[in-house]
């Protein structure tokens, strides 16, 4: 096999949150461009999202927020809708949306499949923000999360975990979750921040790690190590997948954490090698957030290094 997969869609550069917006298509583009300048072109598989179905996407939210998408989705350039004060659809914002939802829908057939050892999905509109029944924060589905569900209700498994280090908790994961032990989900991020959200604590499968605004990458190698790699080893995940936000960065400007590439390249191979221990190798990886674009593209191609010589 040997392969890591690389998945996107035209689709996703063309969902406009308006002129100044943050999670802007540039974002893609500088990853794109980057990667096309790295050794590690030639050693990514390139896939095209298909568009994820309405049954995938009923398995996490519930079926009136589904509705309620579709029927307020643009049916012209000119329209838009804000779903909340800076999640919009725009035009092309549902195609998107049901991109990059597939995209993580296909990574998961992919790797489980055994065509390819691990994969990432550049998508947009990101998607640990949503919840059930509501978007939030630049995010309409929860991608991630209709992976994650994809594995257990599809494929069956019994144990799968959900690594999320973006920099804002990822608080529509962790509400789909709910009391599903079949999911260990473990969470580093800034607090106090946004969402400015409850955060389960004392739970054996949800395990949150709130930083302070201004720490390092090695406080957060310090709670990786405390806390996720413990509990992975205990849980035993047959599968992992990955909220990969890179706005914990310290030249990010949406926050305050001061993580480098190097750190995003650390937590990735000790995933990988948790992965290889328990998991057969699958990992599954998906854009979350990251808005300075040039440490986003650098952090990604330091995330996508550690994914390819896994194998
Ligand atoms: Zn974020």
């Known amino acids: ?17 308006g002129a100044g917006h943050p999670e802007s298509p540039n974002r893609l583009k500088a990853i794109d ?11 990514l598989e390139y896939f095209q999202a298909p568009k994820v179905s309405r049954e995938q996407l009923e398995r996490v939210h519930g079926t009136k927020y589904l509705d309620y998408i579709e029927e ?9 809708f804000y779903l909340d004060p800076d999640t919009r659809l725009s035009y092309h914002s549902f195609e998107a949306a049901n991109r990059a939802a597939g995209a993580v829908i296909l990574a998961t057939d992919l790797v489980i499949q055994q065509k390819v050892n691990n994969a990432f999905c550049a998508v947009r509109p990101p998607g640990h923000h949503a919840k059930a029944n509501s978007a939030m924060g630049f995010c309409i589905y929860n991608n991630i999360m209709v992976g994650v569900e994809h594995a257990l209700e599809h494929y069956g498994l019994e144990r799968v975990a959900l690594l999320d280090f973006d920099v804002h908790h990822g608080n529509g994961s962790e509400n789909i979750i709910g009391h599903d032990e079949r999911i260990l989900f473990c969470s580093t991020f800034q607090h106090p921040f946004y969402p400015n959200e409850p955060f389960a604590q004392d739970n054996p499968h949800i395990i949150c790690s709130p930083l302070n605004a201004g720490s390092s990458g090695s406080e ?3 709670v990786v190590k405390d806390k996720w790699l413990t509990a992975l080893e205990q849980f035993k995940p047959q599968m992992i997948f990955i909220s990969a936000g ?3 960065h310290a030249d990010d400007f949406l926050a305050n954490l001061n993580f480098t590439e190097a750190d995003y390249q650390w937590v990735t191979e000790q995933i990988v ?7 057969d190798g699958r990992i599954v990886s998906s854009l979350e957030g990251g808005y300075n674009t040039s440490a986003l593209a650098n952090s990604v191609e330091a995330h996508l290094r550690s994914l390819v010589l896994s194998h």
């Open 33 to 43: 461009r980057q990667l096309h300048n790295s050794s590690l072109k030639q050693r």
């Open 273 to 279: 090698e948790i992965a290889n221990k328990y998991s």
């Open 72 to 80: 307020n989705s643009p049916a012209s350039e000119q329209g838009t």
């Open 1 to 17: 096999m040997n392969k890591t997969a690389y998945i996107t869609h035209p689709a996703c550069l063309k969902h406009d949150n």
């Open 220 to 222: 957060f190698r310090a």
């Open 246 to 248: 890179f706005d914990a």
